[in-house]
């Protein structure tokens, strides 16, 4: 049908309908490219089905479990569970996965993500499994109706302790004990995950945002982390407990995670930049995208390890990683400022639950806090901002004026600053980011002006 791909950079999203329609976020959608998924990998006869917790979640969860029973495959229902978790189990079963799940959007939104034995599926996949739903609306497709659905919960249990066991592999047993953190869930997929691996590597654990009282992402999770700096700030005894280490927040699916610091000073975001640079240490070199913060690639390259740099996406860090690794090199970490990161020993794509644990038992075994980790590391001041558009609008990247203004902006800059501007491939916004060397340039004030300058537009 020469239709474009229903994919944007992480899997098929968008507002949460029962209208019916071929590109709507509806079950009707999902149930199809769920058919086209498994004509795609018609090799693999068992599918593992996850969701986060959004209200639309349920109601997705059995068009895409139906899809799998008329195709005649066994349907592992996971019920909510985070995506990292959804496909660390496909992995070890050989399984196709589909997690439903908007990620950190509002909870209006959601979306459907797919996994083949373990890996997210590539963009290449996802343009083949596009073309074959489209295709599939101009036929009758038989449904086979010989599919059984089976119940697995138990199987949330054995995620969590492959988890445990991989970190204590690393660090030794309760890396975390009697250590203080505070966990923000973002009400969403890992409220019950992150919370319980910390505790069982030693760490004591105040929630935010784990009881899914509020809407998921609202006000809390790695994509909003004011709601758990206001949480620290009204529970000072919290932080003032020696043993404080920091918060930690997840989005609402779970594959990134993101942390604050407070030492009752300074206030302080532990973005991927942070993780990033932890992740690196022992690694020959690491693969980065197009924001990773050019003061951590200075302290990187100090230290004598390499950096890659690639497209947005944590994809795009996976296939860097790979491609090094089909040279021989031995790359296995990589990640984005989002809070995205990878480390292929463990899982090709994003993993926020395992890194949660992984991070804070580095800081806790290193002897430091959160805020020692953003002290330590001196990045280049940093603006970005998210300007809404009508989703039916031109692209930015067309707009004649607008790209006028950025050249204006990137020859002003030169090599003191970087500015980045693109519409985004999962909610219709577009994305201004900015960097400037500190005392170069007011980098706040160059991306606010572009902001209006977009807005007007």
Known sequence: MGQKSLFGTDGFRGEYTEKAGSVLLNSETLYGLTQALIQYASQYKVMVVGRDSRPSG????????????DAGIEVWDLGVIPTPATFKIAGQFKALAVMITASHNPYTDN???AAISGDKITNEEAGNISNIYWQNLDKTITKNGSGTVVEKPELADWYITQVVQSIEQEFGIKPLKDKVFVVDGANGATMKFTPEILRELGAV???FACDGAGNINENCGAANLEGVKDY???HLEITADPNFVGAIANDGDGDRMMGVGFDGNLMSEI?????????AQGQPGIVGTLYTNTGLVEALRARGIQ???????DTAVTAGLVARQAKGDNWTRGGEFTGHHVDTNWLSSGDGVRMAAWFASYVAKSGKTFSDIYRNLALWPEAKVAVRIDPNAPKIEENEQIQAKISEIKDQLGDSGRVVVRTSGTEPVVRIWGEAKAGAADIGNIVKELSIAIEKA
């Open 271 to 279: 973005t991927g930049n942070h993780v990033l640079y932890a992740l």
């Open 205 to 207: 654990v105040h929630e």
């Open 232 to 234: 620290l700030k009204s």
């Open 58 to 69: 349920s109601i997705l969860a059995k068009a895409v479990v139906q899809a799998g029973v």
């Open 111 to 113: 979306g459907w993500k």
């Open 307 to 313: 950096f890659e740099q690639c497209k947005n996406g």
